[in-house]
């Protein structure tokens, strides 16, 4: 921990007094800060940096490790306090909102106008892309919590089928630890547990608790037995991950379901992103399906592009940025190798392999009956106080600081306290 923090600290100190950015933004060109730097989160965002290469546009990368981005909005704030804010920085959900709300962020409205951003993006990514009727950042895509990836020889190999319900997931993963597979590939850390936890609640809530919990913060809910049965059902999962958990990155969870030492993760579909990069293909390596439960709900989280005030209007490089981002060839051919879905509801699925096909189905299902909703791991349900409680909570949870009755009254507390 005392290492992770003398790195960050370096980082941020590096990061705050960097001159690069300078350069950057004086030939036109973007400094970009972000934290897609798993293998095939590099593959995506180079994507981009060639997209707009192309168009003679410098781009000086900032990459902070991290999975979820906490490190990254750590050194965003030590940049914005030294008074040196990097011009696009990736961002998520309410994290926007406040950047915006503190007047931080340039005015995207000519370009949104231009390209008719009003007409194309869905009005969930809308409530965090505009503020007070001004667009403040470029959405790039949509990504979802509730997905199961899973190596398709080891379920072969163990006669098992797709799960369908808790039920048949608890079996399947009874058979594997039999075998000597470890069931559940996890990475220990706070975000991965938050990213679990929202799928298995969703399953227990339904999509009216999940609401009711995470989203309104309803103590009723936040502190009932069907909560209980979440945390009971985090327990299960807790059994059935290996003994080196502790502190592994996400992208290195889904290697051991790539390379067939482990069944299944349960992760964002930026999970699929690593397969591709491995040359893994849906259907036949590894299989996609929605967490047993909540087959007709999404939670999704939007990726964004927020555009840091540069002191005037926006300059020609964040322009073209916001541009690149939003025009329909790039939101395919990002969204095909990053494993998410377009931010535009107009782009075709040819391009997408199966995984990416029902992605773009389910979003589209979802939203017109009422199933779609933010995650709470990812910023989209409540802002970063009220998540970072239910971090807390649910990760001391995991790792056994205390039961499922305990963990509802902490719960409760934490988040009366944080909200
Ligand atoms: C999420 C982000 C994704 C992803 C993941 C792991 O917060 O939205 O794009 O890459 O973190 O780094």
Redesign the pocket.
């Known amino acids: 921990m005392r290492s992770q923090f003398k790195t960050i600290t370096a980082t941020v100190l590096a990061l705050a007094l960097g001159g690069d950015a300078a350069t950057a933004q004086g030939d036109g060109g973007v400094e970009v800060l972000h934290?897609?730097t798993?293998g095939g989160?590099a593959a995506a965002l180079n994507v981009l940096k060639e997209d707009l290469e192309k168009q003679g546009i410098g781009w000086t990368d900032m990459p902070v490790a991290g999975?979820?981005?906490e490190q990254a909005m750590t050194v965003l704030r030590a940049r914005v306090t030294a008074g040196n804010a990097p011009t696009a920085v990736q961002g998520?959900g309410f994290d926007i909102l406040d950047w915006a709300n503190q007047g931080s962020l340039a005015d995207l409205n000519a370009v949104a106008a231009e390209e008719g951003w009003d007409s194309v993006i869905p009005a969930a990514l809308q409530k965090f892309a505009r503020v007070d009727g001004k667009w403040v950042s470029a959405p790039v895509?949509v990504?979802s919590t509730n997905w199961v990836w899973a190596n398709k020889a080891v379920l072969d190999a163990n006669g098992i089928a797709v799960p369908t319900t808790w039920e048949e997931f608890t079996a399947a993963l009874d058979k594997l630890k039999a075998a000597g597979v470890t069931p559940i590939a996890h990475g220990g850390q706070a975000w991965q547990e938050a990213t679990v936890f929202d799928a298995v609640a969703m399953s227990v809530l339904g999509p009216n608790g999940y609401q009711a919990a995470f989203i309104d913060l309803d103590e009723a809910v936040l502190g009932g037995d069907r909560m209980k049965e979440a945390f009971d059902r985090m327990a299960v999962i807790r059994a059935n991950v290996d003994d080196n958990f502790s502190g592994r990155d996400?992208n290195l969870a889904t290697a051991m379901v790539i390379n067939g030492t482990a069944g299944f993760q349960m992760m964002?579909d930026?999970a699929k992103g690593e397969f591709l990069n491995a040359g893994k293909v849906p259907g036949q390596d590894f299989l996609c399906f929605r967490f047993p439960g909540t087959t007709e709900q999404v939670i999704f989280?939007a990726?964004q592009f927020m555009m840091f005030d540069q002191g005037g209007s926006v300059s020609a490089g964040q322009a073209a940025l916001a541009s690149a981002i939003l025009s329909p060839s790039f939101q395919s051919a990002f969204n095909v190798v990053?494993g998410?879905v377009p931010a535009r509801t107009d782009v075709s699925d040819e391009a997408f392999d199966d995984c990416g096909k029902k992605g773009m189905k389910d979003l589209a299902a979802a939203a017109s009956s009422g199933n779609l909703f933010g995650s709470m791991a990812?910023g989209h349900a409540a802002p970063a106080s009220v998540k970072n409680a239910i971090y807390d909570v649910v990760t001391a949870h995991f790792n056994g600081a205390y039961d499922s009755t305990t963990a509802v009254t902490e719960l409760v507390d934490a988040v009366s306290i944080a909200r």
Do not use: A, T, Y
């Open positions: 934290w897609w798993s989160e999975g979820g981005g998520l895509n990504h996400w964002g930026w989280n990726d990053k998410s990812h």
